[in-house]
Nanobody, 119 residues
Framework: QVQLVETGGGSVQAGGSLSLSCAASRYTYCMAWFRQAPGKPRERVAAMASDGWTAYADSVKGRFTISRDRAKNTLALQMNNLKPEDTGMYYC????????????????WGKGTLVTISS
């Protein structure tokens, strides 16, 4: 079992920045950030594999940066130039093997942290 604990999030105005962090209780090959807005399905925002491979949703490319510290089993998401449509609950997720885009493929989930962007 892997425990994931997210920190960060909060409320900012459009154009602002926020940072999210996730602490994992042990190593997993793939770690990712997902988000879910009210009434919408959970979507992958960014993912990072242990070998450095990364992936971003088109809507956040150039604005969000995912990073990972393997030694500390932590995952971070730097979010810049935030937009109201970035509002939602952000979840840290982990998968023991290669990263996949579907939320259903992830093995472990944190409880989430709320991000609210006002216009």
């Amino acid at each position: 079992q892997v425990q994931l604990v997210e920190t960060g999030g909060g409320s900012v105005q459009a154009g602002g920045s926020l940072s999210l962090s996730c602490a994992a209780s042990r190593y997993t090959y793939c770690m990712a950030w997902f988000r879910q807005a009210p009434g919408k399905p959970r979507e992958r925002v960014a993912a990072m594999a242990s070998d450095g491979w990364t992936a971003y949703a088109d809507s956040v490319k150039g604005r969000f940066t995912i990073s990972r510290d393997r030694a500390k089993n932590t995952l971070a998401l730097q979010m810049n130039n935030l937009k109201p449509e970035d509002t939602g609950m952000y979840y840290c997720a982990a998968r023991v093997s290669v990263c996949q885009e579907s939320a259903s493929a992830m093995n472990y989930w944190g409880k989430g942290t709320l991000v609210t962007i006002s216009s």
